[in-house]
């Protein structure tokens, strides 16, 4: 009889990645990284960018307006009523006439030089804004309600809360939360000590807003890292010196129990105070000087 011979039993054999195929899958794993964190800097510095720019428009507008204006600051202007009237302080319909004595003086700056305390109700980094609006000088539209609430836009009005000044400035389309304020070292709301680092006069400040239920921006608005990315593109890269200066925002000491700092050293320091780059969360707030 014939037998047929059995069959050798096929044997599979696991396969597993070669050296060169891992070394493949690896280094497309490394490209991929490497472009979503280069596309997350562009990001970044296009935002940043963003912040210079609005810096800049805001001092062509200062200096235009002072061009235009007999050399008064915006907000310092003290014949704002007699240029722009109602649309400087609108009574509207139904409004009591007596009250436009008051909105007049509301309106007008003090003309002593500075943006400090001035009008009846509005200081002076208030009507800053606001004149510059009415000069067609930047496009936002301030206007004062009837009861000297200042306005912008659709965006309501803003009463006090928790002893924060009611206000409403521009805000940054650079990043959320962010926005303008303009004064002089002067004004005690604007700045504390009288100075910036030993200056004196008209500064930018870009911050972040520091309550809820108004806008006044003077807070913590950016990282030193990122702040010593402004300073070195458009000044010497120092943040207790030249145009571009950073400090401190008041609310970046402390957030979510973890100190943030923006400095090396505090000012006056006997050593040169550098930006602490290492830090990447908000702990700065950056001046523009004005008269530098």
Not at 270 to 292: H, N, R
Request: charged residues 20%; contains cysteine; glycine residues 12%.
């Amino acid at each position: 009889m014939y037998h047929t011979p059995p069959r050798k039993a096929r044997t599979e054999r696991k396969q597993g990645f070669t050296l060169i195929e891992m070394s493949i899958v690896l280094v497309a794993i490394a490209l991929i990284v490497a472009a979503i964190i280069g596309g997350q800097s562009l990001v970044k510095q296009s935002r940043l960018q963003k912040v210079v720019t609005e810096a800049n428009n805001y001092k062509i507008a200062i200096k235009s307006f002072k061009l235009q204006y007999n050399n008064y600051m915006p907000g310092d202007f003290p014949n704002a009523w007699a240029y722009w009237k109602t649309g400087c302080a609108d009574l509207g319909s139904g409004r009591d006439p007596a009250l436009q004595d008051e909105f007049e003086s509301g309106c007008n700056g003090n003309g002593n030089g500075i943006l400090d305390g001035q009008g009846t109700n509005q200081s002076g980094y208030i009507l800053a804004w606001r004149h510059l609006s009415l000069a067609g000088l930047i496009p936002d539209k301030f206007t004062i309600s009837e009861d000297h609430e200042i306005a912008i836009g659709d965006c309501g009005h803003y009463g006090d809360y928790g002893g924060c000044p009611m206000q409403v400035i521009p805000g940054s389309k650079a990043f959320e939360r962010r926005g303008w304020s303009v004064g002089h070292t002067s004004d005690s709301d604007f700045v504390w000590g009288g100075s910036i680092h030993g200056y004196v006069g008209h500064a930018l400040i870009y911050g972040t807003h520091i309550c809820d239920g108004c806008w006044h921006y003077t807070g913590a608005s950016l990282s030193a890292q990122d702040a010593a990315y402004i300073d070195k593109k458009t000044d010497d890269g120092m943040p207790t010196s030249g145009k571009v200066q950073a400090d401190q925002g008041w609310d970046g000491w402390a957030q979510a129990g973890v100190a943030r700092v923006c400095r090396s050293a505090p000012w006056p320091s006997a050593s040169p105070i550098t930006y602490k780059t290492t830090e990447t969360e908000p702990g700065c707030q950056v001046y523009f000087l004005l008269d530098y």
